[in-house]
């Protein structure tokens, strides 16, 4: 069905040449068109995701028993230590801890209205904070790291909450099992 006009019609068919077909434009097809390049840039884009980054993370501690941010090559490990410093070590795909680098950490945590920041200082194969973590539980916490000093920061956000898992052998900032995933489910 043709929704033009009888005078658009005549008009194209006056500047039409002899033996020339006038074609519509045709919806339908443009929007297949349109629908396949999609579906086509999108697996083009997931592909490339897949190429840097092609290992698996499910929900690992680290070797100490912190928090894995797996978002980093190495990786890193968030560990608050006896003494309530956090001490931050490089972890490589095989769980092993690799030596410090030119890597550049920052932490920010506790009230948002004080917060603390932290500073590390390298100590063997891992860096240490330049002071304990304030007191309290359940802290909102920001770690930013950086490969290198002047380069853009990977950021990692969550809240360091100090209990023990009850399921596992981890504190619940560095829970490797699903427990809370249940208690959401039975609450739909």
Known sequence: MNFQSDELIRDNAAKAKPNQTIQTPNPMKNKLLTSLLTLAL????????KDKHDHEHAAKAGPTGGKLITEV????EFFVNKDKKVEIRFINDDM???APGEQVISVTLGDRSAPTKLSFTKDGNMLISDKA??????LPTVVQIKAKAGEKSVTEKFNLNLNDCPTCKNKEYACTCAHGDEKEEKKK
């Open 73 to 76: 090559e190495p990786h890193v």
């Open 96 to 98: 092993k801890v690799v």
């Open 42 to 49: 999108t697996f083009t884009v997931n592909a490339a995701d």
């Open 133 to 138: 973590i304030p007191e309290g539980n359940d």
